[in-house]
């Protein structure tokens, strides 16, 4: 950066999907770059809490059991990269789901002289996943975390930790579900994954291997798409 230019907040679009580590890969940003990790829920929470104009419209369509509008989505957005916090860039989890709000969000970076940096697509070997997801339980007495395959309990069903004999699985991590969530996120995010890819800013993550090994490679993209 040369002392004449005005600095530009990041942009980073992260995509993946459950399971993917997003949540974990977003914090890690945070923590190493000072971005901030903007979701729709929690943007839509604030601008309601707050009271800013697009808020209370967020607030009264919600109250009335409709969909916000991308319209309005657009509009907290806007409040919210002018944050001071945000100085440093976002990485906005959750927006856009469509082409239609990529577009839109295209626009509003337009208006305020900034641009996506990098659209980065965590990406998972789909039948891994669901071996990987299908496969855990939790000692119901004091939490520890089992799988099937990568770490059953020294006897079957006594937990390691505690003796515990009571083992609990959550009823979305079967099989069937999890590959039902990874075919939504497929459909959904693919006309994503193609107007990133057009726009030339489309990075593509192996998301399988260890969280430290996905950590550095998004840093990487991170430092280079915002250099
Ligand atoms: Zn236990």
Redesign the pocket.
């Known amino acids: 950066m040369n002392a004449t230019s005005t600095p530009t907040p990041a942009v980073l679009i992260l995509l993946g999907p459950p399971g993917a580590g997003k949540g974990t890969q977003a914090r890690m940003l945070e923590q190493r770059f000072g971005m901030v990790q903007l979701s729709t829920g929690d943007l839509l929470r604030a601008a309601v809490a707050a009271g800013t104009e697009a808020g209370k419209a967020a607030k009264a369509v919600m109250e009335a059991g409709g969909l916000v509008s991308d319209d309005i989505v657009v509009a907290i957005l806007r409040d919210r990269l002018a944050g001071p916090d945000c100085a440093k860039g976002v990485i906005l989890d959750g927006f856009p789901r469509t082409t239609v709000q990529a577009e839109a969000l295209d626009g509003l970076l337009a208006s305020t002289g900034q641009k996506i940096n990098a659209a980065i697509s965590l990406e998972v070997d789909d039948a891994a996943m669901v071996d990987r997801i299908s496969g855990r339980f939790t000692?119901?007495?004091?939490?520890?975390g089992y799988h099937d395959a990568f770490k059953p309990p020294m006897q079957s069903d006594i937990?390691?930790?505690?003796?515990?004999t009571e083992m609990k699985r959550r009823a979305d991590d079967n099989a069937a579900t999890v590959s039902q969530r990874l075919e939504a996120y497929h459909a959904q995010t693919a006309p994503l994954i193609a107007y990133y890819g057009g726009q030339d800013v489309l990075r593509r993550i192996d998301a399988m291997g260890a969280i430290d090994a996905i950590a550095q490679d998004l840093a990487v993209i991170a430092k280079q798409a915002t250099a």
């Open positions: 000692c119901g007495r004091c939490g520890e937990c390691d930790n505690c003796g515990g």
